[in-house]
C-alpha cells in the first residue's frame, strides 16, 4: 500500500462552521505533512508531525488545528475560516524526516481535499 | 531572491521532443532536491529526487544538479502529451521543509 488517502475530497463550508479534513496512511511512515496550495501557485508548507509530534508549525493562524492521533492518522480540524482559506489542503508523508541522501525523505502526497470558505 | 525560482513561461513542445525545465535556489546549504509533476486539479506526484552533483537518470526523465552554481534541472526525452503538466522544482530547506518553486507548465503538442 503506498498511498496516502485523504477526506473528504471536497469541502464547502461558511465562516462559523468547524470541520476536520483526515488524512491516513499505511506505509509506517512517521513523517506528516500538512501543504496548502492556492490556485496557480505552489504549495506552501503548513505543519509537520514526527514521530506523532508537532516538529513544525510554519506560524499557521490557531483557525487550522492540526491533530495527529496516531502513526497513521493526521487530522486537520478547521473552525472560524475565511473566504481567502478557500485552498487544495495537501496532505503527505515521508519515512522520517532526515535531510540525509537515502530518500528516506521523499515526500508522498495524497490528492488533496479541496477546501471553500463561503 | 526567491529561495527557489522557475522562471520560464509555459513550454510547448512537440511530441518527440525534448523538453528541458530548470530551477534555481537561493540556500546553497540545501542538500536535496525533487522534481514534482502536477497535473490540473490533482496533487504534485514525484518524478525524481537527487542529492549528488551530475546527471540522474530514470527512464525518459534526467535531472541535472550543479551545486556550485546553485540549480537543477530536469529533462524530459521523446516527450509525450500525457507530459503536459505543471513541473514544480522543490529544495529541503532542512528538517524536511520543502520550498517550492512556481512551477513550469509544459504543453505537448501531438
Known amino acids: 500500500d503506498t498511498e496516502v488517502t485523504q477526506t473528504p475530497k471536497h469541502l464547502v463550508m461558511g465562516m462559523t462552521n468547524k470541520k476536520s479534513l483526515k488524512c491516513e496512511q499505511h506505509?509506517?511512515?512517521?513523517?506528516m505533512y500538512w501543504y496548502k496550495q492556492k490556485a496557480k501557485k505552489p504549495p506552501e508548507l503548513m505543519f509537520v508531525y514526527s514521530y506523532e509530534k508537532l516538529s513544525i508549525n510554519e506560524s499557521v493562524p490557531s483557525r487550522f488545528s492540526p491533530e495527529c492521533p496516531n502513526s497513521s492518522l493526521l487530522n486537520l480540524h478547521l473552525h472560524a475560516l475565511q473566504p481567502e482559506d478557500s485552498a487544495l489542503y495537501l496532505c503527505?508523508?515521508?519515512?522520517?524526516?532526515?535531510?540525509?541522501?537515502?530518500?528516506?525523505?521523499?515526500?508522498?502526497f495524497g490528492a488533496g481535499s479541496r477546501l471553500t470558505v463561503l | 531572491q526567491k529561495e527557489v525560482e522557475q522562471n520560464s513561461g509555459p513550454l510547448s513542445v512537440p511530441e518527440g521532443a525534448i523538453a528541458s525545465l530548470n530551477c534555481t535556489y537561493s540556500d546553497r546549504g540545501s542538500q536535496s532536491f525533487f522534481w514534482y509533476r502536477q497535473y490540473s486539479g490533482k496533487s504534485p506526484e514525484l518524478i525524481m529526487f537527487i542529492y549528488s552533483n551530475g546527471d540522474k537518470e530514470d527512464g525518459r526523465f534526467t535531472a541535472q544538479l550543479n551545486k556550485a552554481s546553485q540549480y537543477v534541472s530536469l529533462l524530459i526525452r521523446d516527450s509525450q502529451p500525457s507530459d503536459s503538466a505543471t513541473y514544480l522544482c522543490a529544495v529541503n530547506r532542512g528538517n524536511n521543509r520543502l520550498a517550492f518553486g512556481k512551477g513550469n507548465q509544459v504543453v505537448v503538442i501531438p
Open positions: 503527505a508523508s515521508s519515512q522520517d524526516m532526515t535531510s540525509g541522501m537515502s530518500g528516506a525523505n521523499v515526500l508522498t
Open positions: 506505509m509506517g511512515h512517521r513523517a
